[in-house]
């Protein structure tokens, strides 16, 4: 079955920094495109940064200057880059990935990881 495991968060004050990562496995002929979304209680799942096929990148306006998204293809991973981390950062982070599998139709199919929980705190 197609995976993906989360790492990298924790506790941090503010103005500290994080790197999140999150490695898919399985039979996994290509991904077209990865996500990190985050989600705070009691609010919405937003999404923070995205790369799409072409390697084009985008990101949240909150975050801009501050995060970066990247990717390692060969390793089936992707990075999330946080610097100068605020407390209205603080949430669950999500990976997702559209990816082709050998357990599939040939179509990308929608892939989550299980979260992981980032605060930013004094």
């Known amino acids: 079955q197609v995976q993906l495991v989360e790492s990298g968060g924790g506790l941090v004050q503010p103005g500290g920094s994080l790197r999140l990562s999150c490695t898919a496995s399985?039979?996994?002929?290509?991904?077209?495109?990865m996500r990190w979304y985050r989600q705070a209680p009691g609010k919405e799942r937003e999404l923070v940064a995205a790369?799409?096929?072409?390697?084009?990148?985008n990101y949240a306006d909150s975050v801009k200057g501050r995060f970066t998204i990247s990717t390692d293809n060969a390793k089936k991973t992707q990075y999330l880059q946080m610097n100068s981390l605020k407390p209205e950062d603080t949430g669950v982070y999500y990976c997702?990935?559209?990816?082709?599998?050998?357990?599939?139709?040939?179509?990308?199919?929608?892939?989550w990881g299980q979260g992981t929980q980032v605060t930013v705190s004094s």
């Open positions: 399985g039979y996994i002929f290509s991904i077209v495109a």
């Open positions: 790369v799409g096929r072409g390697g084009t990148t």
């Open positions: 997702n990935m559209d990816l082709v599998s050998g357990y599939g139709s040939g179509s990308p199919e929608d892939r």
